[in-house]
C-alpha cells in the first residue's frame, strides 16, 4: 500500500485547508481510513477517521472543526480542516485505523500569525 498525502501549508488562524490522501494497493472500497497527526516533540496521534460504513469518528481537539471525507473512485480520502489553529500545526499521515500500512511522508500543515 502506497499513501500520498497532500493540501498542508501554511495558514492563519481561522483559515481552512483541505487535504488529501490517495491511496494505492487497496481499495477504500473495502477499508476504513484515518487521518493522524504528529508535532514536534508529541506522539502520533488519531485525528479522525471514516468507516466503510461511513461512520466518522473525531479527536476532541477537532470536533466540529475538521470533517473527514473519502472518494472512492479516486481511492482518495480527505480531511477537510476550518477554524484552524495554531495547535493543529503538525505533520499530518493518513493510514488505516489501525496504523497497518507503511507510512507516506505526511504534508506539512502550520497554522501561525
Known amino acids: 500500500v502506497q499513501l500520498q498525502a497532500s493540501g498542508g501549508g501554511l495558514v492563519q488562524p481561522g483559515d481552512s485547508l483541505r487535504l488529501s490522501c490517495v491511496v494505492s494497493?487497496?481499495?477504500?472500497?473495502?477499508?476504513?481510513i484515518a487521518w493522524f497527526r504528529q508535532a514536534p516533540g508529541k506522539e502520533r496521534e488519531l485525528v479522525a477517521s471514516i468507516t466503510v460504513g461511513e461512520i466518522e469518528k473525531y479527536a476532541d481537539s477537532v470536533k466540529g472543526r475538521f470533517g473527514i471525507s473519502r472518494e472512492g473512485a479516486a481511492n482518495t480520502a480527505y480531511l477537510q480542516m476550518n477554524a484552524l489553529r495554531p495547535e493543529d500545526t503538525a505533520m499530518y499521515y493518513c493510514?488505516?485505523?489501525?496504523?497497518?500500512?507503511?507510512w507516506g511522508p505526511g504534508t506539512q500543515v502550520t497554522v501561525s500569525s
Open positions: 493510514n488505516s485505523i489501525s496504523r497497518a500500512w507503511k
Open positions: 494497493g487497496v481499495s477504500l472500497d473495502y477499508s476504513a
